[in-house]
């Protein structure tokens, strides 16, 4: 059966960095035959992280997720977020196992996605890229 794993990444502020890291994050976990979940780039395409309830119900509702998951991975590379602090403890308290993971060969510019960007914008009353995906290459 395939491990369900909730992936935190950092939320450092740089939302071009955040994004690219967390695919890159989503990318190694399914190659290795991982199921991830991963709410941070789920909830942000459609809240916005500057309204406080925004935030608050996005925060509470990816804390949910982890109860469902079979582990949480804390992706460590680029560092440990309060977020990945708080879904840590949210694990620890429910008895999942944590993992601190790093990606193999890390580095900014390896983070492109697999298919090409050809666009990203950042939506109006939004916090999140909205990138435009590009079918052929």
């Known amino acids: 059966m395939t491990k ?48 406080p309830n925004e935030r608050k119900a996005g925060m509470a509702a990816g804390q949910a997720l982890v109860q469902v998951c079979d ?29 601190e993971r790093h990606l193999p060969s890390y580095a900014s510019a390896a983070l492109a996605p697999k298919l090409p960007l050809t666009s990203g914008r950042i939506a109006p009353g939004r916090n999140a890229i909205r990138p435009t995906w590009s079918s052929t290459s």
Do not use: F, W
């Open 4 to 51: 369900v794993v909730y992936i935190a990444s950092p939320d450092s502020g740089d939302v071009a960095a955040d994004v690219a890291y967390a695919h890159a994050c989503l990318r190694h976990a399914l190659s290795i035959g991982e199921a991830p979940v991963l709410p941070q780039l789920l909830y942000a395409q459609v809240l916005d992280d500057q309204v």
């Open 71 to 99: 582990e949480v991975v804390l992706y460590v590379d680029r560092g440990i977020s309060d977020g990945m602090k708080r879904a840590r403890k949210r694990a620890e308290n429910l008895v999942i196992p944590v993992t």
